[in-house]
């Protein structure tokens, strides 16, 4: 494990008594010659990442064995509902539960498929869930990214950013496999008119007629509290962090307007990727402009935590056992897809572990 502090400034937060003492530090667990997508660690210290599509990678899903990876799960399976067997297209989302399953948002873009979400048990290595996300909860433009899970209330909150004015939430009953689309054009889900500029350049992606265009991307991080009772949200392009209650998220006698005056902006943010929280309510992201990783305190603040060249796109966080707070690097505005069709991404790319300010929960 090697220690970014040796080339990169860290800064302190002079009001947290964990980094009073100078040693804060983010640290690298691994080097990847592949992208990660997303991380999730599971309460026995298994560390799995989904692998980023815009990399075209050979295995969506991948388990960190000590210095090696091995595709996740590790032999072929199928439903046991179907004659078809399951496979995963284009897995971003991971997380997994106290229970020991892995969840997986597959999107199915890059084969055009029905995007779905996939619960593997750990324990028993078996598929333990399969819930299809079909039109109209995903529109034909959708692009399922990421979810937060709440086993107290046995549902998922998925985050759509989708064709950008029709970003919504889908609130998905784990036990039922019912899906519903919610606060759709809401101005909580929707990007702001805000560039993402890093060192120096804005993302871009080729048009149709290989035009280049700045995309502004909706709804995309999103996590919830440890109390299973907020849920934190935002545009990927937004300078706002938003939350409304989950319990108002699952009740289906709210109307459209009754939900909508239910969320409440809750701080301010940078434009950023995948989102974590602690049971202090302190909520961890990546500020992909800045080359940095970032927090928003319960104080509704956002401060800086470290900053570095190569925290280059930190794009995902997850809590394990004993504390400990994993994130991974991607590099993603350097993929040929986000940087004007021009592949200038290039490893190493990066699985680290960061030192949080409280303890959270493992797989969130």
Known sequence: MSRLTKSCAVLLLAASAAFADGNSHVDVVAEFDTGPGNVTATASGRIIMSQHQFYQPQYSVLEYKGQTLAPFPNREWSATDSTAAVKLDSVLG????????????????????????VGWNTKTDKLQRLIYLATPVAPKDAFVNDFALDTAHNHAFISDPAGGTNAGLIVVNLYTGAARRVLEGHASVL????????????????????????????????????????????PMHGLSLYRIKAADLIDETLTAEELASRVQHYSDKPISDGISIDKNNNIYLGDLANNAIGVIGADRHYRQLAQCPKLSWVDSFSFGPEGRLYAVVNRLHRSATLNGGDAKSRPPYYLLQVQALAAGLPGR
């Open 94 to 117: 991971i997380r997994s539960d106290a229970n020991g399953i892995v969840w997986m948002l597959d999107n199915g873009m890059r084969s055009g498929v029905t995007p779905k979400l």
């Open 191 to 234: 990007p702001e008119n805000v560039d993402l500029v890093i060192d120096g350049q804005a993302i871009q992606v080729k048009g149709a007629s290989g035009e280049l265009l700045k995309p502004h991307i909706g709804v995309n991080p999103i996590t919830e509290d440890l109390n299973n009772e907020w849920v934190y949200y935002g």
